[in-house]
Every structure is written in structure tokens, then in C-alpha cells.
């Protein structure tokens, strides 16, 4: 729910902080390209080093995104942008490759009497 708050408000807020519509836009694109990649990912980074340290890097790397966006509002740096499009946009979705099978294997066992 929390991608969704930033994602629509990305634009307005870039722009009213200085930064060139344009600029905002791309920022803006080039996140939504980069959850792509985050979402291919997950699922191989879950297999090989384990769901909870797949979701723990994702949750890192989105809160490193949002706190560099949030320190952009009071210091306007290019390159804060740049690390909120990459920390926020390759663990945008991310999380949900790791936790769709996960709930799928503990709520979609067999019963009993199927097992046996």
C-alpha cells in the first residue's frame, strides 16, 4: 500500500521541489522500469538466499529510496533522485514473488486425508 502513496504523488512532489517536469517524469518512468528488474529478481535472490532475506533487503531498499526522497524535499541534489529511483524502484513489487508462495505452501497444504 505504501508504493502505491509515493508512486502517485512522485510527479507533483519532484516538481514543486524544483526539479524540471521532465526530469520528473523520467524519474518517475525509470522507476516503474527499474520494479521490473526488482520483481525478476526477488524470486531467484528468495530461492538462493531465502525468503527472509529477500524481504528484509527489499523493505532496506525501499526505506533507503523514501529517506533519500524525503532528505531531496529539504536538500534538492540530482543524485538523492537517482537513489530514490534505484533503492525504491528495484523493490517496487518486489516483495510479492516471495510472499505469494509462501502463503500458498501454509494455507494450500493437503489434508490429512489427501496425504495419506
Do not use: E, K, N
Not at 531467484?44 to 524525503?70: H, K, M
Request: glycine share 10%; charged share 10%; net charge positive.
Amino acid at each position: 500500500m505504501t508504493t502505491f502513496a509515493v508512486i502517485t504523488q512522485l510527479v507533483p512532489f519532484l516538481v514543486q521541489s524544483g526539479l524540471a517536469p521532465l526530469a520528473a517524469a523520467s524519474a518517475f518512468g525509470a522507476a516503474g522500469l527499474l520494479s521490473i528488474f526488482g520483481i525478476m529478481t526477488a524470486g531467484w535472490a528468495a530461492d538462493r538466499f531465502g525468503f527472509r532475506r529477500t524481504v528484509t533487503a527489499s523493505f532496506a531498499s525501499t526505506f533507503l529510496g523514501i529517506t533519500s526522497l524525503l532528505v531531496f524535499s529539504w536538500i534538492p541534489a540530482p543524485w538523492l533522485v537517482v537513489a530514490f529511483v534505484i533503492g525504491f524502484g528495484s523493490a517496487m513489487g518486489a516483495r510479492g514473488p516471495c510472499r505469494h508462495p509462501t502463503a500458498g505452501s501454509r494455507r494450500m497444504r493437503p489434508s490429512r486425508s489427501a496425504r495419506r
